[in-house]
T-cell receptor, first 117, second 115 residues
Framework: AQTVTQSQPEMSVQEAETVTLSCTYD???????LFWYKQPPSRQMILVIRQEAYKQQNATENRFSVNFQKAAKSFSLKISDSQLGDAAMYFCAYRSPYGGATNKLIFGTGTLLAVQP | DAGVIQSPRHEVTEMGQEVTLRCKPI?????LFWYRQTMMRGLELLIY????????DSGMPEDRFSAKMPNASFSTLKIQPSEPRDSAVYFC?????????????FGPGTRLTVT
């Protein structure tokens, strides 16, 4: 069974600085998807960025980028130029690309990010 | 376009009562998921529908929980009878199961408190 581990329960960053959130996963599959979701105090789950395992290029979405190391099974999220609105719980998630029962997202335990003004 | 709609946003009920949570997926999406979020267990899938048919209900905790999807635009998650340990945030998510990507979009969640 696949597992996702986020070893940093809490992180803090100064406004305008850069922060990296860590995520590791375990799987025997060679093809899969990885996601980062943001959950602000409103508790809405917002998709931040996604990575397809067969793509070597790291995904980027504006100030958000990932460092995907497939061999190491690592998927970290880098937030550049941090803003107060980035303060939230961040979840790393894994999903198999296949249909049927494996279509569910498997989440890590989350990292609570605080942004200091 | 409207996102995933869930109702109610908050529900407080007494132990033993029946609770029904509702979800309207994004129009055109053909997959629907119910997740539960608790401090102890984090986010976990309860049940997953594809084209209104339950595909994986292995996450449903016990017989007190049931879910239906009578049509493509509506789903319910029912707990009967409710217990204090059912207190959690329940999320509904939907996706368009086409091609490889089919990202899941979440609703705002229903915070359930069972006293």
């Amino acid at each position: 069974a696949q597992t996702v581990t986020q070893s940093q329960p809490e992180m803090s960053v100064q406004e305008a600085e850069t922060v990296t959130l860590s995520c590791t996963y375990d799987t025997s599959e060679s093809d899969y998807y990885l996601f980062w979701y943001k959950q602000p105090p409103s508790r809405q789950m917002i998709l931040v960025i996604r990575q397809e395992a067969y793509k070597q290029q790291n995904a980027t979405e504006n100030r958000f980028s990932v460092n995907f190391q497939k061999a190491a099974k690592s998927f970290s999220l880098k937030i550049s130029d941090s803003q107060l609105g980035d303060a939230a719980m961040y979840f790393c998630a894994y999903r198999s690309p296949y249909g049927g029962a494996t279509n569910k997202l498997i989440f890590g335990t989350g990292t609570l990010l605080a942004v200091q003004p | 376009d409207a996102g995933v709609i869930q109702s109610p946003r908050h529900e407080v009920t007494e132990m033993g009562q029946e609770v029904t949570l509702r979800c309207k997926p994004i129009s055109g999406h053909n997959s629907l998921f119910w997740y539960r979020q608790t401090m102890m267990r984090g986010l976990e899938l309860l049940i997953y529908f594809n084209n209104n048919v339950p595909i994986d209900d292995s996450g449903m905790p016990e017989d007190r929980f049931s879910a239906k999807m009578p049509n493509a635009s509506f789903s319910t998650l029912k707990i009967q009878p409710s217990e204090p340990r059912d207190s959690a945030v329940y999320f509904c998510a939907s996706s368009l199961r086409a091609g490889r990507i089919h990202e899941q979009y979440f609703g705002p969640g229903t915070r359930l408190t069972v006293t």
